[in-house]
C-alpha cells in the first residue's frame, strides 16, 4: 500500500490526464521502453487510461497496446467509450483477451462482449469458468437498453427472520462478497424482495436486533425490462443508492447501483443534446471518414428542408426583383424565428426528459410559449421596424416587417413546444425534432408571411 | 410500516406522477378537504410532490400550501427547484417555515437559506439549534458552487488504531450517525483523512482486524474550494461513493456522496444544453412574462448578428437585382454551413466538458473537423450544383454554388471547434458559443462566398 500522503489528491489538475504525463507515456511507447511505459500507467486510474486511450492517435494506441503486453489492466477495457473499446479488443492477441476476461466482473464483461459477432463472442465465453458463463449469458438475453443488462448478479440477500449478528456472521464466512453493495436485500422464502437495510444501520445495532425491524421506510424494486432511461430517472429522482431487480414473477434477479444509474443519466442527457444538433452518438476517438459519413444523413435532411424554403421564396421571384431590400432583410426574420423556436425546443426537450411536462401543465406550458413568443415578437418588431424604415426609408417596409416578425415569433413559440410534445406521444424522442426540423417551420413561415405581405403592401 | 407487497412499485408508470393522483389532489384542493389532501400526498415521495407543485399553476399551489397548512413535509421545499422554491417559501407562515428548517438536515438548510436576503436568513437561523445554525453559517462562507456547499458534516469517522470491533461499538453507542454514509473516514491525529473504509468491508470482517488494513486502494480527497462541476466529474470518472472534503491545511472538514454529485452532473450537462441553445435557467414553473424576459437578451444578440449577415447580403445588392436565383438560393449555403457548425460545436462542447479534447488531441481534432467539413463539402457541392442548374438552367450559378458550398462547410467545421476551445482558453464556459455566435461566421462567410463569386462569375 502506498503512504497515504501520497495518496492523497489536493488539487484539480490531479483529476485529468495532464500533458506531463501524457508527454511521458507518448516518449516511452516512441523509444519502445515497456518497463517506464507500465510505471507510469501503474499511477493512473484505468477510467484515465482509457481516456488517453481514445485520445491518441491510431498508430499511438496500437503501439501502446502491444507494447503493455499482458500487463494490460482489464478494467481500462470496460472504461472505454464503445467506438474506441471495438478498436482497442482488435488489437489485442486472444492470451491477451481471455486473460482480461476472466478477472473482469460479470457486467463488464457483458459490455465487452455485447457487440460482437457470435464466433468472436463465443471464443470470450469459453475464456469463462461455467458460472461467470451461464450469468453472462443470462445478461445478453435481455435487451440493450434494459434493467437486465444495468445490473449486477453480486448481491448480499437476507430471509426476513435474520437478526443482526446473523447477517454479521454471514457475510464474515463468505470469501466472494460483491465489490459494491450499500444494502441488505431482505427476501421472502419465494426469493421475492420485501425490503432493504442499509449497511449503515446494521452497523448501528446490536446483534439480536431483527434486520426486518430496519427497514427502510421506502423501498423500490425495478422490472428487470424497464429501459435503462426509467432506471435512471427513478434513481435521481429518488435518491436511490441501490435497488433489487425483479423478473416478471417479482422475483429477485439482480441489484442495481447507483454509479451504474449516474453513467445512463449522463448519456441520456448527451444523447438529447446530440440528437437536437443532428449529431449521432460519435467519440472523440473516431476518424475523419467516420464522423463525415455520420453526419452527412443530418445535413442532408437539412438540405431537403433548406430547398423548400427556397422554393417559398421562389413563388415571390417577381417582388424580390422589384424590391432588392427585401432579399436583404429576409434572413433577419428566418433567423430571429429559428432562434426563439430553439429556445423553446430545448426547454421542451428536457422538461418532457425530466417529467416536467406532464397532462397537467401541457395546456399551461404551450399558452405560455405562444404568449411568451409574441411578446419577444412585439418587442422585435418595434425594433425591427425602425431599423427596416432608417436603412432603406420605405415606411412600409417597416410596417411589413413588423407584422413577420410578430407572426414568425408566435409561430417559433408554438412550433418549439408542440412538435417535441406530438413526437413524445407518437413515441418517438422527442429530441428528434432537432433544430433542423423546427426551423424548417420558422424558415418557411417566415418568408412566406415576410414576401407575401410585402407583395401586398409594398408593390 | 406498509405491508411489502404494497410497497414495491413495479411498472414505470408508477415512478411519474399519474394523471389520476393529480386530478384527486387538485379535486381536493378545490374542494378545501384537508383530510383528504393529506392522505393522498402521504402516498407520494417528496420529490414527487415538488414536481406537482412546480407543475400546477399559481393560484392552485397558494391554496395547497395554505390547506396543507402545518402537515407541510419539510422535504418537499429541498426538492423544490429555485424558482419554484422561492415562491413556495413566500407564501409559508413564520410558524411553517421555523417547524420545517428544524426538521431538515443541514444541507437542506442551506438550500433554502443561501439566496434570501439577510433579515429573512435571521429569522430562519434563529429557528435552529447553536450546533446547526453554526453548521449552516459555515456552509454559508464557501463559494455558492463550491464543494464546501455540496457537503455535509455528518460523517463517521475512525482514527488509525481502531479495529472492526471499536467502530462497531462507536456506531451502536451512538445515537445520531448520518443518515447517508457509506464509508468510514480514517483520519490522523491532525484530523486529515488517511483512507476510507468501506462499510461493506468493516462487516465482513472479524472484531479484531485493524481498519487501517482494510482501507481502499483508491483514496481521494476533495479541496473545499473546489469547483461542483469538478466535484462531479471526479465521481463520475472514478467511481467515487463518498469522498472526504479537507480544508487548505488538509484537515476533514466535510463528506460529499454520489447522489449529490449525480444531482450537479445532471445541472451541469443541461447547463451546457441551454446555453448551446441561447435559453437562461429558467424552469417549467416560471410565468409567462418571467421567460419572455429572460429570452430576450439572446434574441437580441441573434437580432444584432443576423443584421450583421444583412449587411454583408446589401454589399451585393446590384449582384441580386440583376440575377433573382441568388436570391432564392442563397439561404440554403448559409444554412448549411449553420448545421454543419452547430453539429461541431454541440461534439466539441460535450468533450470540454468531459475532459475528451485536450491538448494531446486538440490539433488532430481541429484537423479532423477541417476535413470533414471539406468532405461533407464537396458532397453536398455536388449536389446543391445539379439542383441549381437544373431549376435555373444556368451552368456557371452550379459552379458558384458548389465553390460557396465547399468553402462554408469548411469553415463551418473550423468555427465548430475553435471558437469554444477559445473560449474555454480563455476561461470563459465553452457552450456560450451558442448557435448564435457560431452561426454568425457561417452565415458572414456563406452570403459572402456565394455572393462574391457569383458577382465575379456570373455578371
Redesign the interface.
Known amino acids: 500500500?502506498a503512504d497515504?500522503?501520497e495518496?492523497?489528491?489536493?488539487?484539480?489538475d490531479a483529476?485529468?490526464?495532464n500533458?506531463a504525463t501524457?508527454?511521458a507515456i507518448?516518449a516511452a511507447v516512441e523509444a519502445g521502453e515497456r518497463l517506464r511505459l507500465i510505471e507510469t500507467l501503474d499511477h493512473l486510474?484505468p477510467?484515465?487510461i482509457a481516456?488517453?486511450l481514445?485520445?491518441?492517435?491510431v498508430s499511438q494506441r496500437e503501439r501502446l497496446i502491444e507494447l503493455w503486453g499482458k500487463d494490460l489492466n482489464p478494467e481500462v477495457l470496460s472504461e472505454l467509450e464503445e467506438g474506441a473499446r471495438d478498436l482497442v479488443l482488435a488489437t489485442l492477441t486472444p492470451d491477451q483477451l481471455s486473460s482480461a476476461v476472466q478477472e473482469l466482473e460479470t457486467d463488464d464483461v457483458v459490455y465487452l462482449v455485447e457487440d460482437m459477432d457470435e464466433p468472436q463472442q463465443e471464443i470470450l465465453l469459453d475464456a469463462l469458468d461455467d458460472a461467470d458463463r451461464v450469468a453472462v449469458e443470462q445478461s445478453l438475453t435481455y435487451d440493450e437498453y434494459s434493467a437486465g443488462r444495468m445490473m449486477q448478479r453480486e448481491m448480499?440477500t437476507a430471509p426476513e427472520h435474520w437478526t443482526v449478528g446473523d447477517?454479521?456472521d454471514f457475510?464474515?464466512a463468505?470469501d466472494d462478497?460483491?465489490e459494491?453493495?450499500?444494502d441488505i436485500i431482505i427476501v421472502?422464502p419465494a426469493l421475492k424482495?420485501?425490503?432493504e437495510v442499509r449497511?449503515?444501520k446494521?452497523?448501528?445495532?446490536?446483534r439480536t436486533v431483527k434486520l426486518s425491524t430496519l427497514?427502510e421506510?421506502?423501498?423500490?424494486?425495478i422490472?428487470v425490462n424497464?429501459?435503462q432511461e426509467?432506471v435512471a430517472?427513478?434513481?435521481?429522482?429518488?435518491?436511490m443508492?441501490q435497488a433489487p431487480v425483479?423478473d416478471e414473477h417479482?422475483r429477485l434477479v439482480g441489484t442495481i447501483t447507483?454509479?451504474d444509474?449516474?453513467?445512463v443519466?449522463?448519456d441520456e442527457?448527451?444523447e438529447?443534446?446530440?440528437l437536437?444538433?443532428?449529431?449521432g452518438d460519435?467519440?472523440?476517438s473516431d476518424?475523419?471518414?467516420a464522423?463525415?459519413k455520420r453526419?452527412?444523413p443530418?445535413?442532408?435532411v437539412?438540405?431537403l428542408?433548406?430547398?423548400i424554403?427556397?422554393i417559398v421564396?421562389?413563388l415571390f421571384?417577381d417582388t424580390?426583383?422589384a424590391v432588392?431590400a427585401l432579399?436583404?432583410?429576409?434572413?433577419?426574420v428566418?433567423?430571429?424565428g429559428g432562434?426563439?423556436a430553439?429556445?423553446t425546443?430545448?426547454?421542451a426537450v428536457?422538461?418532457i426528459a425530466t417529467?416536467?411536462?406532464?397532462?397537467?401543465?401541457m395546456m399551461?406550458?404551450v399558452?405560455?410559449e405562444l404568449?411568451?413568443g409574441t411578446?419577444?415578437g412585439v418587442?422585435?418588431a418595434i425594433?425591427?421596424a425602425i431599423?427596416g424604415m432608417v436603412w432603406f426609408g420605405i415606411p412600409m417596409l417597416g410596417v411589413v416587417l413588423a407584422i413577420a416578425m410578430v407572426g414568425n415569433l408566435a409561430v417559433a413559440g408554438l412550433a418549439g413546444i408542440l412538435i417535441p410534445i406530438a413526437l413524445d406521444k407518437a413515441g418517438a424522442d422527442p429530441a428528434l425534432a432537432s433544430?433542423?426540423f423546427v426551423t424548417t417551420v420558422t424558415?418557411v413561415v417566415g418568408f412566406m408571411l415576410f414576401l407575401g405581405l410585402a407583395s401586398a403592401l409594398l408593390l
Do not use: C, K
Open positions: 500500500m497515504p500522503a495518496r492523497i489528491v489536493e488539487n484539480e483529476y485529468a490526464l500533458a501524457v508527454d507518448l486510474h477510467a484515465d481516456d488517453l481514445e485520445q491518441i492517435d448480499v447477517i454479521i457475510m464474515r463468505s462478497l460483491p459494491q453493495f450499500y421472502d424482495p420485501v425490503g449497511l449503515g446494521v452497523m448501528a445495532h446490536p427497514m421506510d421506502e423501498f423500490r424494486t422490472p424497464q429501459s426509467d430517472y427513478a434513481f435521481n429522482q429518488y435518491h443508492i425483479v417479482g447507483i454509479d444509474a449516474m453513467d443519466l449522463e442527457a448527451e438529447d443534446m446530440r437536437l444538433a443532428g449529431v460519435e467519440e472523440i476518424s475523419t471518414w464522423i463525415a453526419r452527412f443530418w445535413l442532408l437539412n438540405l428542408t433548406a430547398v424554403a427556397s421564396i421562389s421571384a424580390l426583383e432588392v432579399a436583404i432583410l429576409m434572413p433577419i428566418a433567423s430571429m432562434n426563439a430553439t429556445q425546443l430545448t426547454v428536457r422538461a417529467r416536467d411536462l406532464t397532462a397537467s401543465n399551461r406550458v399558452r405560455r404568449v411568451a411578446l419577444n418587442a422585435f425594433i425591427i431599423i433544430g433542423t424558415d
